[in-house]
Nanobody, 115 residues
Framework: QVQLVESGGGLVQAGRSLRLSCAAS????????MGWYRRAPGKQRELVAL???????NYQYSVKGRFTISRDNAKNTVSLQMNSLMPEDTAAYYC?????????WGQGTQVTVSS
């Protein structure tokens, strides 16, 4: 079992920055990829950014160049630095951890970007 706790959401104006963090606990050694997903009102959940245990990253096209995902294996954390935020980035953001057996989710943190 893996437990994930997100932090760092909030309300910001367009163009500003936010940093999300996710702390993992439990069966840490079993985690392979970690990532951030988001769900905007009325839309399906979508991948924002992903980072493997080896440090390879993958981003949704709309956030490339603005968002940066990073991982600290020593601290068991994954972070998402979000710059140049836009109103369309408004969503609930969820941390995800993948093991060979299952995927785990955090409780989510709300990001609201005002125009």
């Amino acid at each position: 079992q893996v437990q994930l706790v997100e932090s760092g959401g909030g309300l910001v104006q367009a163009g500003r920055s936010l940093r999300l963090s996710c702390a993992a606990s439990g069966s840490i050694s079993s985690i392979d990829a970690m990532g951030w997903y988001r769900r905007a009102p009325g839309k399906q959940r979508e991948l924002v950014a992903l980072i493997t245990s080896g440090g390879n990253t993958n981003y949704q096209y709309s956030v490339k160049g603005r968002f940066t995902i990073s991982r600290d294996n020593a601290k068991n954390t994954v972070s998402l630095q979000m710059n140049s935020l836009m109103p369309e980035d408004t969503a609930a953001y969820y941390c995800n951890a993948q093991t060979r057996q299952a995927g785990y989710w955090g409780q989510g943190t709300q990001v609201t970007v005002s125009s």
